[in-house]
C-alpha cells in the first residue's frame, strides 16, 4: 500500500534565503519562483494524468486494486487544491501590488 502522505515528503524544505548582493541577480542563489512554479504545475498535471490512467485501467478491468486508484485520485485533488490556493494568493499579492501609489 503507498503510503498517503508520500507528497508531503516529496516538497523541499524551506530553508533560510541566502543574501543577494546588490547588483547580483536572484537566479544565482537557486531557482526563482516562476521555475518552482513550473515545476509544481508539472507534477500536479502528472498526478493528474496518473489519476485518470488508473481510473480508466479500472474501469476498463485491467486493474483492480481499487484502493490505489483512490490514492492516486485524492493526491490528484489535494495537489489541484494546494496549487489552486497558491494562485488565488499570487492574484491577491498582484492585486494589493496594483494598488500601491507610486
Given at each position: 500500500?503507498?503510503?498517503?502522505?508520500?507528497l508531503?515528503?516529496?516538497?523541499?524544505?524551506?530553508t533560510?534565503?541566502?543574501?543577494?548582493?546588490?547588483?547580483?541577480?536572484?537566479?544565482?542563489?537557486?531557482?526563482?519562483?516562476?521555475?518552482?512554479?513550473?515545476?509544481?504545475?508539472?507534477?500536479?498535471?502528472?498526478?493528474?494524468?496518473?489519476?485518470?490512467?488508473?481510473?480508466?485501467?479500472?474501469?476498463?478491468?485491467?486493474?483492480?486494486?481499487?484502493?490505489?486508484?483512490?490514492?492516486?485520485?485524492?493526491?490528484?485533488?489535494?495537489?489541484?487544491?494546494?496549487?489552486?490556493?497558491?494562485?488565488?494568493?499570487?492574484?491577491?499579492?498582484?492585486?494589493?501590488?496594483?494598488q500601491?501609489?507610486?
Open positions: 500500500m503507498t503510503d498517503p502522505l508520500g508531503i515528503g516529496k516538497t523541499t524544505p524551506l533560510k534565503p541566502a543574501q543577494s548582493q546588490p547588483g547580483q541577480s536572484g537566479s544565482a542563489n537557486g531557482p526563482d519562483f516562476k521555475e518552482f512554479l513550473k515545476e509544481q504545475i508539472a507534477e500536479v498535471n502528472k498526478l493528474q494524468s496518473d489519476a485518470r490512467e488508473a481510473v480508466e485501467d479500472l474501469h476498463a478491468g485491467r486493474r483492480n486494486d481499487l484502493e490505489n486508484v483512490i490514492l492516486a485520485t485524492e493526491k490528484a485533488d489535494v495537489a489541484f487544491k494546494m496549487l489552486l490556493q497558491v494562485r488565488n494568493k499570487v492574484m491577491e499579492a498582484y492585486e494589493e501590488v496594483k500601491i501609489r507610486v
